[in-house]
């Protein structure tokens, strides 16, 4: 279960943000995560709450928004919407594709007090 290394990683986040930025209490995270990142959500979402429990995101609202994966295709110069890496390309069935989109995971916003 990576999912709590990540947490862990999100709450190092949190922690230097606060120290930089000078706040004391987050009330919310949105996590952007990519549909080709290995990341399970429901996973992710438990290990959230295990980890920020007596910390400064202690009760944060966790917020994923699902990115779809998409891929440059380098024979049909088209962006395509792809399932998984090594996917055809759905318009000319080239294997030719690029991954634009889908493996990334970030968090996109805070909420904080």
């Known amino acids: 279960m990576h999912e ?7 709450l ?3 922690e230097n943000e606060a120290k930089r930025q000078h706040f004391s209490q987050v009330k919310a995270v949105w996590l952007e995560i990519g549909a080709m990142s290995g990341v ?4 992710m979402r438990f290990c959230f709450d295990v980890i920020v429990r007596n910390t400064l995101a202690d009760g944060a609202t966790l ?6 994966a998409q891929a440059w295709c380098l024979d049909c ?3 395509v919407a792809i399932q998984q890496r090594y996917d055809a390309c759905p318009h000319c069935g080239s294997y030719q594709l690029q991954v634009t989109q889908g493996d990334e995971m970030r968090i996109k ?3 904080v007090t």
Not at 4 to 10: A, K, W
Not at 63 to 68: S, T
């Open 77 to 79: 110069a088209q962006t």
């Open 40 to 43: 399970e959500i429901e996973a």
């Open 12 to 14: 190092q986040v949190l």
């Open 4 to 10: 709590m290394s990540l947490c862990e990683s999100v």
């Open 63 to 68: 917020e994923i928004i699902e990115i779809p």
């Open 109 to 111: 916003e805070l909420e």
